[in-house]
């Protein structure tokens, strides 16, 4: 059973740091890409920033240049450092990766549960 669990969120102000924590465990043969999604209250959920394998990034723009995505292979993990958070910043944040349980099986998406991030002073 593949599980991703994330870690991290909480209250910051505007203008603080914190830093998001995806773990992936279970049966797993590979990981392709992995990535963070925000779903703001009553609004669709959308992507913040995505990794491949390689270490290829992207980035929604809102977030350029402020968010930082890294992972971790060895750990099957992937993380997302958010500088100079703005109240629009304010969400449920969830992990995503597309992987491969067993070598016979195609590579799909999993989903984390989500954690919640919420700046405000």
């Known amino acids: 059973q593949v599980q991703l669990v994330e870690s991290g969120g909480g209250l910051v102000q505007p203008g603080g740091s914190l830093m998001l924590s995806c773990a992936a465990s279970g049966s797993i043969f590979s990981i392709n890409g992995m990535g963070w999604y925000l779903q703001a209250q009553g609004k669709e959920r959308e992507l913040v920033a995505g990794?491949?394998?390689?270490?290829?990034?992207n980035y929604a723009d809102s977030v350029k240049g402020r968010f930082t995505i890294s992972r971790d292979n060895a750990k099957k993990t992937v993380y997302l450092q958010m500088n100079r958070v703005e109240p629009e910043d304010t969400a449920v944040y969830y992990c995503n990766a597309e992987i491969r349980p067993t070598w016979r099986e195609r590579g799909r998406d999993y989903w984390g549960k989500g954690t919640l991030v919420t700046v405000s002073s």
């Open positions: 990794t491949t394998r390689s270490g290829t990034t």
